[in-house]
């Protein structure tokens, strides 16, 4: 809707000029399109929005609606995560919350850039990063009760426990998302090195 709305303003102007040019100066008609067709395209870049994070960029694409969506909802976990870290008393949980946090965003900051890859990154989105937010708020809210009866001390402890095992779910699934990049490292690197025998046995 936006796009269209951006062509018929710039469609609109180019027509105006082009009436103006030709039929109000009698400037040639080559002339006269040729100067409409480029105030044409330079108001389509003109009034084009600027890309946020990539947003532009992924409604374009097929299915963009649901993917800017998954976006939306990982960056509201990732904003309730922090928000519950806050809250965290225990030292050794705040730290490893902090690291499932920290390896969230930079998933998160990684697909903003690739959002080509997004798709490949729906169990993360729906689960994993989903799970995360949802214990670590449960965590805060049992922790703030007060309580210390066995049943309470068991799932502080227990959720303690998960967050490790998570983190370690997010950094496969991002070692999987980059797969490609790691391949193509791997290849420049021999690719390095046979290079370099190749000039000592030049020598």
């Given amino acids: 809707m936006k796009d269209t709305k951006r062509m018929l303003t710039a469609a609109v102007i180019a027509a105006l000029l082009f009436l103006f ?3 109000g100066m009698h400037w040639n008609l080559l002339v006269a399109v040729l100067l409409s067709v480029g105030v044409y395209i330079g108001f389509l870049i003109l009034l084009k929005p600027d890309p946020e994070n990539g947003k532009m960029y992924v409604e374009s694409m097929p299915g963009g609606e ?3 969506k998954l976006l939306k909802d990982a ?5 309730a995560m922090e928000e519950s870290i806050g809250g965290i008393r225990d030292s050794h949980v ?3 919350a902090c690291m499932l946090h920290g390896t969230g965003k930079r998933i998160l900051a990684y697909l903003e850039e690739n959002p080509d890859k997004i798709n490949l990154a729906r169990r993360f989105f729906t689960y994993y990063l989903d799970t ?3 214990l670590l708020e449960r965590y805060v809210d049992f922790q703030d009760t007060g309580l210390h009866s066995g049943e309470v001390a068991e799932i502080l402890q227990k959720t303690g426990e998960a967050l490790p095992v998570l983190n370690d779910a997010f950094e496969k699934q991002f070692t999987n998302l980059m797969r490609g990049e790691l391949l193509d490292t791997e290849v420049d690197i021999e690719l ?3 290079t370099l025998k190749m000039e000592e046995g030049m020598k």
Avoid: I, T, V
Avoid at 75 to 79: E, N, S
């Fill in 66 to 68: 649901e993917l800017e």
């Fill in 21 to 23: 040019l030709f039929l």
């Fill in 75 to 79: 960056r509201k976990d990732l904003a």
């Fill in 94 to 96: 705040q730290r490893d």
């Fill in 132 to 134: 995360a937010a949802s």
């Fill in 192 to 194: 390095l090195k046979n």
